[in-house]
């Protein structure tokens, strides 16, 4: 069989991977002159020699167990990251800050001031809310957005503010406000599928990057059909006829039996249809699939960094309303330079200093949204998938929950469906049951033993 696919990140190579081994003739059109997608490393000349930079995909969790055996399986190696999952979190319009890379720092600043500690105590509470707030859903109650679920469930006005924020800019690159209005049902399962609710899990949690880069890591990846690959090559059109589909790129037309778009967003994908022919059910679905612009800038001001002393792996300083994602990148890859870097994304208001800049580069993101959500859970991708010979992979399948271990499952899932076989990817390990329990536990003590009045202090 003769399959094309379009789009080189995660999803594609990992469908990519899988046909090319099962013996079937592949190719891989890429508009970019590297392939990675959202997982991109930048070089940089320092006195000391090159080093490599991640611009996005730094943190792989240990529970991407079917990526993990994808890269084992490939050869390709992970580097355990030094530090957990640290963030440090200021709000200067509300006068506060938050750290949580380790549970004492954590503890500690939940003494230090009101505000914090109100967060603190919510934090600890959240996975009780959210699981609570789940069953009710299932039993038929009405779904709610984000900011409405805050409300309901009483958190204080803190932590409402704060942990919209930390998901749109620690997690998704989305606008806060779209995440605000999303479905709570969606952001909750994000939070879940992430496993990053409570600070207690994330003493546990290991994290870690690809050894020696996104750029070596995919090169290894792609080691065994790199032949394939047709890089600068943007595909404009998708045509299904009753023989084949025909893609076209860079003016070449060429045949195949199958096709699967592996972009970044739902729209991407719906492009290259209304440029050939696509049906309106087509049209339909995967115009509900859409994504934002944002922009990543690589740099080296430390302006906005919480601590010029142990900076956490992300900074979030909201100011104004306006908030600043900054990863750490030297916390982040272990990178050993004196130099500090930082990536700085998301509606920021404020930008590092020019001559400081090293990189940027824009970028589309899966949106978590209403439309989106709805059409995921009523699987109404299942309805186009594969039909005319066009399938659908990428992040975005999943209502945006983009994350590289649910962008190499769609990619692998696309290729089995392709080939007319199953796949059912491996399960992870779940949160340890403990932290619901405590969780519970601080939720009851909120309630019945009077520190419903941490409100007031
Ligand atoms: C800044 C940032 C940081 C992130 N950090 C993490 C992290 O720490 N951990 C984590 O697990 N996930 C992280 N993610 C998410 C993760 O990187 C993505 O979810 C994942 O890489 C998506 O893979 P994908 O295959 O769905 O899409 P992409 O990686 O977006 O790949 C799509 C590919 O399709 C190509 N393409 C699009 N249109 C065309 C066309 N017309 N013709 C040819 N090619 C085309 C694109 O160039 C791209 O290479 C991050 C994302 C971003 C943006």
Redesign the pocket.
Known sequence: MKIAI???????VAAADYLHSNGHDMTL????ST?????KSYTHQTPNGPINIQL?????LEHYVNLFSFLEKKGADLTQNSTNLSSYFQNEDMGFHIRTDDLKTFIIGALSSSSTRRISWDFLTLYAKSSHYLKRLENGHQELSYRAFFEKYEFYPEFRNFFPTINAMLLL?NPVKSIENAPASAVLHYNDLMQLLTPIHKQLMKTYSFAGGAKQTYDILISSFKEKIKYN????RVVSETDGVVVSSNGIEQKYDKVIL???TGT?ALS?LANGNMTDDESQILSNFSGCQNK?ILHTDDHFAAFSGKIEMYNIVQKNGIALGKNYLNQIMNLSDSTNYYLS?GGMGVDPDEAKVLYTND?E?PLIDRKQWTSFKKKALNEIQGKRGIYYA???TNAGE????K?YI??RHAAALVLGEQYEPLKPKRVPPIHYFLSRVFCRLKHFSGLDALKNI
């Open positions: 379009v789009g080189g990140g995660i999803s594609g059109y890429e508009k970019e392939v990675g997608g959202h997982a996005g995909t730094s943190v792989l690159a090559s943007a595909v404009d592996a972009t970044s991407q290259m990543l994304y970028f993101h990428g992040t975005w983009g994350c590289h271990e962008g769609s990619g």
